[in-house]
């Protein structure tokens, strides 16, 4: 990997990490019953008001990562890799049309194929730290136990990509539903 490559990659990870913290934050005001006063409700507004910006820009830049490792740094998708595209791209152009339309009926639609994402990712993610295979798992060469980078301990593509689908459904339970 190239230092430049290597540098986005850190700083990626980092996001991820911070992404990681603010899901068990976001989950823990979901769940823990409060009055919705105070610093609790800010938070709560806050999500409401922009679940759809910030579940948009999440796909995005799930996208935009994706095209990066596999069209710049060269790492060839595996099998898996490949399913988490189809459940991860479509979703730029749900919520793109989604936040043009202020569309919130969009968050039963996204929050399934977040959810069918993230169980691939999660299978993927148990396959790089070991897991036995059920399927066999690869395209051009490459086996989805094949790990490119391993930050952090265990910041890795498919970590990435759950991190992704699971902050996606986390901002997208606090939309507003449609009338």
């Given at each position: 990997?190239?230092?430049?490559?290597?540098?986005?990659?850190?700083?990626?990870?980092?996001?991820?990490?911070?992404?990681?913290?603010?899901?068990?934050?976001?989950?823990?005001?979901?769940?823990?019953?409060?009055?919705?006063?105070?610093?609790?409700?800010?938070?709560?507004?806050?999500?409401?008001?922009?679940?759809?910006?910030?579940?948009?820009?999440?796909?995005?830049?799930?996208?935009?990562?994706?095209?990066?490792?596999?069209?710049?740094?060269?790492?060839?998708?595996?099998?898996?890799?490949?399913?988490?595209?189809?459940?991860?791209?479509?979703?730029?152009?749900?919520?793109?049309?989604?936040?043009?339309?202020?569309?919130?009926?969009?968050?039963?639609?996204?929050?399934?194929?977040?959810?069918?994402?993230?169980?691939?990712?999660?299978?993927?993610?148990?396959?790089?730290?070991?897991?036995?295979?059920?399927?066999?798992?690869?395209?051009?060469?490459v086996g989805c136990e094949h790990v490119y980078f391993l930050e952090f301990g265990y910041v890795t593509i498919p970590t990435m990509a759950l991190t992704?689908?699971?902050?996606?459904?986390?901002?997208?339970?606090?939309?507003?539903?449609?009338?």
């Amino acid at each position: 990997m190239t230092p430049l490559a290597q540098n986005i990659t850190d700083f990626l990870s980092a996001c991820i990490v911070a992404a990681d913290i603010l899901i068990v934050f976001l989950i823990l005001v979901l769940l823990v019953p409060q009055k919705n006063t105070g610093w609790r409700k800010d938070v709560v507004d806050f999500f409401r008001d922009f679940s759809i910006e910030l579940a948009f820009l999440t796909a995005l830049a799930g996208f935009v990562a994706s095209l990066f490792y596999s069209n710049i740094v060269g790492f060839q998708p595996c099998l898996l890799c490949i399913w988490q595209r189809i459940f991860l791209y479509p979703q730029v152009v749900i919520l793109g049309i989604a936040l043009l339309k202020k569309d919130n009926g969009v968050r039963k639609y996204a929050i399934a194929l977040s959810a069918i994402g993230a169980a691939i990712a999660t299978y993927h993610t148990y396959l790089q730290f070991g897991g036995t295979s059920v399927i066999p798992c690869s395209v051009n060469g490459v086996g989805c136990e094949h790990v490119y980078f391993l930050e952090f301990g265990y910041v890795t593509i498919p970590t990435m990509a759950l991190t992704a689908f699971a902050l996606m459904i986390v901002f997208l339970l606090f939309t507003k539903k449609e009338n």
